[in-house]
């Protein structure tokens, strides 16, 4: 009766111990029956050689020690994950799962691409790593912008600089996209596709979108270091309608193999004449090359009325060095508009130095431009630049700038001050 008891009692410590572990250990828990004892031979009293040697090792003790073993997991189940069994060498890293506390990193998928129509170069990179594309994209951005300028008496100017949103398909060969800018006169700002073959080298693009023409152009608004793209291509493309967002066709080639070599070339919708009429198509080219990883060259041109005979046109040439952080951009150009004959010479140069674990990253920013008008108008402008910026984890920043500039028209160089809120969503 007594080894009954002793059975009963195995066998509850055994449920217990299986219960508590989630595992089933009720099958093994209770005690084998002892051959010996059913025979009624008497066994001697076995003792261990450690500190417990005078405390017997009864059934009990055996079911608990039975459970315990079948809740472990054996050499058939495999190690625990982070046990030394794991780790192929002493001084190998132990895996997150053996921390206490520590929750496993998420894969960092790098900076976030640019949009195709925003900033076509930048977008080529997506292709370079051959990565999944996400179908179909809803992006968009809001800058805020508050600037006090002299030429204004210092009147403080507040309001939504861009209020951009928009949305990109991608398929094999084939992408669209279309975006509007709700601060924008002009609200539409990209609306086009782009037919490519399967490597990539050759493609097409139909629609409304970024004429090849001027390296500040191409740059992304949003990668730009400064709030405004400047004196000189504001003066070209905004003043003289030379380059932009225009309506027409393009063929592109690139060859990765030739230094990453990368030549565009289309007709454009021309512009308008003093009564409105529409003129014939503009032309625009551009080539790049990329003969080390940071160093980018490259040419454009535009020409106005390829048709009728070329009234005005511009050529531009433009380099990129890129390294441990800090960029220097530069770029010259000359050519003939309405007023005559001109010339253009802009630098920028930006750090991006990382602050911290978070993504944040800080930015100082330093850029000088200058520009002559010869022919019936002698004119000149000239600006200088400097800013601060604080940069988040690609999706958020904070710009703080000044700027001395004469443009042309002005009567002395004037003193602007701005700052800018900028945040994005893809």
Do not use: C
């Amino acid at each position: 009766m007594g080894g009954t008891g002793l059975e009963e009692k195995g066998w509850r410590r055994g449920l217990l111990v299986a219960v508590l572990l989630g595992l089933p250990a009720v099958a093994s828990a209770a005690p084998e029956p002892d051959e010996d004892a059913a025979e009624g031979v008497d066994r001697p009293l076995e003792v261990s050689g450690d500190d417990d040697a005078d405390k017997p090792r009864d059934a009990a003790g055996d079911a608990l020690a039975g459970a315990v073993a079948q809740a472990m997991p054996g050499g058939s189940q495999g190690p625990v994950m982070g046990s030394p069994e794991q780790v192929a060498e002493p001084n190998a890293p132990v895996p997150d799962a053996a921390v206490p506390g520590k929750k496993k990193k998420k894969k960092d998928t790098g900076p976030k691409a640019d949009t195709l129509g925003e900033a076509p170069d930048e977008a080529d990179k997506v292709d370079d790593k051959g990565g999944p594309q996400q179908r179909i994209r809803v992006f968009g951005r809001v800058f805020a912008r508050g600037a006090a300028d002299e030429r204004q008496k210092y009147e403080r100017d507040l309001g939504i600089e861009s209020a951009r949103v928009g949305v990109a398909a991608s398929l094999s060969n084939l992408e669209a996209e279309v975006s509007a800018d709700l601060a924008s006169k002009t609200i539409l700002k990209d609306a086009f596709v782009r037919l490519a073959d399967d490597d990539k080298r050759l493609r097409l693009y139909a629609g409304r979108f970024k004429s090849p023409f001027l390296q500040r152009s191409q740059e992304s608004a949003w990668r730009l270091p400064i709030q405004e793209r400047g004196l000189v291509e504001d003066y070209l493309t905004e003043t003289n309608a030379l380059g932009g967002r225009r309506l027409g066709v393009m063929g592109e080639l690139r060859l990765k193999e030739a230094w990453g070599l990368k030549f565009s070339a289309g007709l454009f919708e021309g512009g308008e004449d003093a009564t409105g009429k529409r003129l014939s198509e503009d032309g625009s080219a551009r080539l790049s090359i990329r003969p080390f990883k940071f160093l980018t060259l490259g040419t454009s041109t535009y020409l106005t009325q390829v048709i009728d005979g070329t009234k005005q046109y511009a050529t531009a040439a433009d380099a990129e060095v890129t390294l441990w952080g800090l960029s220097v951009t530069g770029e010259a150009a000359v050519g003939r508009l309405a007023l005559g004959p001109f010339q253009s010479q802009s630098v920028l140069a930006s750090w991006t130095v990382p602050v911290g674990h978070e993504g944040w990253a800080v930015q100082p920013v330093v850029g000088a431009e200058a520009l002559q008008l010869q022919g019936g108008i002698q004119a000149e402008g000239h600006s200088v630049t400097g800013g601060f910026n604080v940069l988040l984890a690609d999706s958020f920043k904070a710009q703080l700038q000044a700027e001395r500039a004469l443009r042309p028209g002005d009567v002395a160089p004037a003193l602007e001050l701005s700052v800018q809120l900028a945040t994005r969503f893809r």
